[in-house]
Each structure stands twice: as structure tokens, then as C-alpha cells.
Nanobody, 119 residues
Framework: QVQLVESGGGLVQAGGSLRLSCVAS????????WSWYRQALGKQRELVAA???????NYDDSVKGRFTISRDNAKNTVYLQMNSLKPEDTAVYSC?????????????WGRGTQVTVSS
């Protein structure tokens, strides 16, 4: 079964940077859409950034200019470079991916990694 494994979360001071990574456990699939979501304590999960295999990228307005999503298709990996972090960026960040298999669109979620930004 294909799994997503995230890494790179942690504790950082406001203004600092972190880089999240997420890798699919199977190399024989082609990821169509990679996305990062986050969920802060007591709040709903929200889309942070998305990157399609066709090259379309979008960001939530709250992270535009500070976060960058990128992908390495050869490694089936997505990254989220987070700069100028703010305390309100504190959340559990989860990666999300879609791929085709057996004629069906399948969805994967990572378990999440905690990002904490101190003021």
C-alpha cells in the first residue's frame, strides 16, 4: 500500500524558516496533484499550497510570498519551503497526493508533522 511520509517539522522562532518534505513510498506511481494542508488547534483544516503535474501552482493568500511548494517527480517527493514564519503558521501540516491506478483516481494523506512558531 502506498504511503506518504512527511519530515521537516519542528519548533522555530518567528521570522525563521523550515522546509517540509513528503515522499511517496512507491516509485512506480505518477503523482498528479501534490498539496500541503494544515490544521491549527481548534480550527478547520485548510489548503496551504498545491502543485499539479501540469505545472499549476496555487497558494492560500496567507502564505503567498513566504511559502514555496515544489516537486521532484523523479523522487516522488514534494517540498514546502516556509520562510518568514509567523506564530499563526503554527499547525499540523499534512501532505496530500492523488494518482491514477487501475483506472481510478486514488488519494493519499500523510500523517502530518507539527510546525510550531514561537513569538
Amino acid at each position: 500500500q502506498v504511503q506518504l511520509v512527511e519530515s521537516g517539522g519542528g519548533l522555530v522562532q518567528a521570522g525563521g524558516s523550515l522546509r517540509l518534505s513528503c515522499v511517496a513510498s512507491e516509485m512506480g506511481i505518477v503523482i498528479n496533484v501534490w498539496s500541503w494542508y494544515r490544521q491549527a488547534l481548534g480550527k478547520q483544516r485548510e489548503l496551504v499550497a498545491a502543485n499539479t503535474i501540469g505545472g499549476m501552482i496555487n497558494y492560500d493568500d496567507s502564505v503567498k510570498g513566504r511559502f514555496t511548494i515544489s516537486r521532484d517527480n523523479a523522487k516522488n517527493t514534494v517540498y514546502l519551503q516556509m520562510n518568514s514564519l509567523k506564530p499563526e503558521d503554527t499547525a499540523v501540516y499534512s501532505c496530500y497526493a492523488t494518482y491514477y491506478s487501475g483506472g481510478r483516481n486514488k488519494i493519499l494523506w500523510g500523517r502530518g508533522t507539527q510546525v510550531t512558531v514561537s513569538s
